[in-house]
């Protein structure tokens, strides 16, 4: 499934700049707030849901290269880390809902991880 | 300013007014442990709070132990972080602030544990009924700010730890935080720290005691300095002027 399905299906605002989100093909989900397991278990293109909103995020998603960061609970992010992520090319999306049915969504999707 | 001399000193001292330390963390008894293990310099750290410094600072008159007001502050990433400073004043502007960036929530001692407010003898003032283990709405980088603005000592506690610790937490010291210092556990070693958390190498690391206990007021930091201040602990961080710090574990 591609970014573009996740965004519509879960209705998930970007936070970041608009790019040809059909184009990027999410393989897998990940979902933790604790950015040393986030390091050593989110896989390569996946999608990964937290509630943590702290710029840290933007540099394990970018060592990591993965397909986007979903920010659950309209956790916001500061207008710094916005930019780094744009620097990065990290898409940020961000949703009112909770990380637990974010997940549930996407595992109906049919996304695994 | 007078010649330096070495003091050991813990810098992560709980009271009874934290919920999870013990009955026995009231001002005299830490005064007293404390001297008894050669600390001559503490610096109070409760959750989120400064109430019962003032307490400790007056059971310390006189007594040759220096105490530096602070608090354990938690922010929004659930990061715990030592905010030290030099006078009470500063201290207690500090929590002004903070307390209003606290989600209001009452404590339920049965769960959490009592949160005593006592004077110099330790004798009850009040319960504080605010459950002060909860993050702030503050985050890391604004709440360093305020810290710097008072005048305060910001320095990352527990980092090693996964409960609360900077790292697990936030995977990496944030590269935009000038942090000064950083507080690793008492149950790790620095060179453990080190292996562990390669990219800490090039920030000082105290250790804590993070005392909840008596027992627990370890005194692993020895400061040459030339007056239990900020200005002086900072000059022994950086090493410069003569003045220094390292970790020696008491025998």
Redesign the interface.
Known sequence: MNLQNIIDDLNLTLLTERKDFSAVEISEGYTSDLLSCVMAGAPHGSVWVTLQAHANIVAVAALLELGAIIISEDAQPGPATLAKANQEGITMLSTPRKSFEVVGRLWEMGLRG | MGFLTTIRAELHVHTCLSPCAEVEMIPPLIVREAIERGIYLIAITDHNTTANIEGVMKAAQGSGLAVLPGMEVQT???VHSLCLFDTLEQARAFDNWLRAGLPPMKNNPDYFGEQFVVDSTGDFLRREEQLLILSAEY???ETFAKVQELGGLFIPAHVNR?AFGL??????V???LPVEALEISRHITVEKALQQFPHIARYPLLQGGDAHRLDELLGANKFTIAEPTLAELRLALAGIDGRSFRISPRS
Not at chain 2, 167 to 172: A, R
Request: hydrophobic share 30%; no cysteine; net charge negative.
């Open positions: 929004r990433e659930e985050g890391l980088e996964t790292l697990p937490v936030l995977g990496m944030p590269p935009e």
